[in-house]
């Protein structure tokens, strides 16, 4: 079947708030060497997304100015073969995707249009049983956690691990994460449904940020949080370090109240703590790949017996992006804000 010239995409037409989404009429983009290209059925919408519309996340060098960085939906074209699949180790499923098969990917930018080019090294099927809605939900935050709580973090069964933002798309899913491996997870979220969402999910105690100390009821709990989770940055660098363990590590995503904070060397030193951080969008395919491949065979079976699953609070139509970016800013959603072609 022949594909057509153009497609509808959402574009951002100036640095502003959800209303500088607009539909547009952008080419249909062609895969290149080691590329396929996937007609979408569904896009996640991600805190990243929001950023590059306030100008403040620009895309990796050579990438689309589209927003949108996981979708589902399925293969119409494939690109020529690059000399890097022949590193079979490194693919997270079977080399042999044909036109026709549904899979979900997690791609630099462009997800928020009806065609997208995803490197074949990024592509994941789509869990059986699993709508395109829900697999274009997984692969934005599942990759987040996976390389962040589990890589970085190096979170072992029996540690403690404290998600903040336990009702996000990213905290859901690490709540899920950490309970099945056999972590002790605890969260904190900005009220009491969140809390209960949190909880319902596997921690052990969802913590109101609002109204209680995360600190102080991780001290009296358990004596601290191995590793912390954190997309808030500056404002509770030295809470989390007060939080710790000795050997503790704090794993640092976002930093949505702030770039900045002043730290007290001693602590870290007295505690041996770890601190580190980290961004997905700018790794490379092979980078990404590795992360794929983990995921593939430890967690897509989770996925498939539904121990685990995205959390999805909401769908809008393509043509209402600037909707889901003002809900995704009131931040009063539960789990993954979609959008569907």
């Known amino acids: 079947m022949a594909l057509p010239e153009s497609m509808r995409a959402i574009e951002i037409t100036q640095p502003g708030g959800p209303e500088v989404l607009r539909p547009t009429t952008r080419p249909v983009p062609q895969p290149g060497p080691g590329e396929v290209l996937i007609k979408v059925a569904a896009a996640g919408v991600n805190r990243p997304d929001v950023q590059q519309r306030k100008g403040s996340y620009n895309p990796p060098p050579g990438t689309t100015d589209l927003p949108g960085l996981e979708i589902a939906g399925t293969i119409v074209a494939i690109g020529e073969t690059d000399p890097a699949m022949e590193l079979e180790d490194l693919y997270p499923g079977p080399l042999n995707w044909k036109i026709g098969d549904a ?27 699993y709508s395109m809605v829900e697999a274009a939900g997984l692969p934005e935050t599942f990759f987040t956690v996976w390389t962040n709580v589990f890589d970085r973090g190096r979170l072992k069964p029996g540690e403690v691990l404290l998600v903040h933002g336990g009702s996000s798309g990213i905290g859901t ?17 900005g009220s009491a449904e969140k809390c209960k969402v949190c909880e319902d999910l596997g921690a052990e105690r969802g913590i109101n940020y609002k109204t209680e100390d995360f600190a102080q009821i991780l001290k009296n709990t358990c004596g601290g949080a191995d590793v912390i989770l954190d997309m808030v940055g500056g404002p509770y660098l030295e809470k989390n370090l007060d939080a710790l363990r000795t ?23 007295m505690k041996r703590l770890t601190v580190t951080a980290s961004t997905l969008r ?12 983990d995921l593939y065979h430890k967690v897509w079976p989770l996925l498939a017996s539904r121990e685990v699953q995205p959390l999805i609070h909401t769908v809008f139509p393509l043509d209402q992006a600037s909707a889901a970016h003002a809900l995704m800013e009131s931040s009063t959603h539960i789990g993954k804000i979609m959008l569907e072609t």
């Open 247 to 269: 050997e503790g590590r704090l794993v640092i995503i976002a930093v949505l109240e702030g770039a900045k904070a002043e730290l007290f060397i001693p602590t870290l030193m």
């Open 103 to 129: 899979v979900c990917a997690l791609v630099a930018g462009g997800g928020y249009a009806e065609y997208c080019v995803a490197p074949i090294l990024q592509c994941l099927p789509v869990p059986e049983g």
């Open 282 to 293: 700018p790794r490379s395919v092979m980078q990404k790949a590795i992360i794929g491949r």
């Open 173 to 189: 899913t690490a709540i899920q994460l950490a309970k099945q491996f056999g972590a002790r997870v605890f969260a904190t979220a």
